[in-house]
Every structure is written in structure tokens, then in C-alpha cells.
Nanobody, 124 residues
Framework: QVQLVESGGGLVQAGGSLRLSCAASGRTFSSYGVGWFRQAPGKEREFVAAITWSGGSTNYAASVKGRFTISRDNAKSTVSLQMNSLKPEDTAVYYC?????????????????WGQGTQVTVSS
């Protein structure tokens, strides 16, 4: 099993930056891909970014490409999401999740072992 804990959320002004972290427990973490998703109030949860087990490939939603960067440190069992040039529409609860087959999938159904989420609020 893998347990995930997100941190790093908070309140930031538009144009600012935040760095989210996803800390994992479980010895097989480095074998899995990891994705970040977000859910804004009243909206469905949506894909944000994903990274393969090795960190060699990434995938981003069009809405965050060029502003967000996903990375991982398997030695520390962590995955980070650096978010720059934040916009009010980035306000959401952000979740990390493990993807068993490391395919950079955008589909939630391909992910298991979700974290509890961390709130990001961007003020205008």
C-alpha cells in the first residue's frame, strides 16, 4: 500500500507562486507514476499534471502548461508541483494520486491511493 500526504497549499495573490508537496510512504512508491488533480467548488475534479515513475516524462493540462512544473525525488519519496503565475481560476483543492502503470494518464480511474488534498486559494 501507499499513503500520500499533500502539503504546501495556502493563500496567495494572483501572479504569485506556491510549491505543493506529496509525501509518500510505502516501499513501492518509486515504481508508480504520480498525478496531481484539482477540484474547485462546484466543479468536477480535473487533471493537472503527471509524472512517470522515473521522472523522465511529464504531462500537463493545457490550462497549466508553462506555469506549473511537476517533479519527483524517489530517494525522498516525494513529488512536487511548482506553481507559478497563479490565477484566481487555479483556486481548488489539489490532490496527488498514484498511477499504477505510469502512463501519464489524465483519467482519474487510472489512479489509486489518493491523498487528502491541500487547499490553494488565489486572490485577485
Amino acid at each position: 500500500q501507499v499513503q500520500l500526504v499533500e502539503s504546501g497549499g495556502g493563500l496567495v495573490q494572483a501572479g504569485g507562486s506556491l510549491r505543493l508537496s506529496c509525501a509518500a510512504s510505502g516501499r513501492t512508491f518509486s515504481s508508480y507514476g504520480v498525478g496531481w488533480f484539482r477540484q474547485a467548488p462546484g466543479k468536477e475534479r480535473e487533471f493537472v499534471a503527471a509524472i512517470t515513475w522515473s521522472g523522465g516524462s511529464t504531462n500537463y493540462a493545457a490550462s497549466v502548461k508553462g506555469r506549473f512544473t511537476i517533479s519527483r525525488d524517489n530517494a525522498k519519496s516525494t513529488v512536487s508541483l511548482q506553481m507559478n503565475s497563479l490565477k484566481p481560476e487555479d483556486t481548488a483543492v489539489y490532490y496527488c494520486a498514484v498511477e499504477y502503470y505510469s502512463t501519464l494518464s489524465t483519467r482519474q480511474a487510472n489512479y489509486g491511493y489518493w491523498g487528502q488534498g491541500t487547499q490553494v486559494t488565489v486572490s485577485s
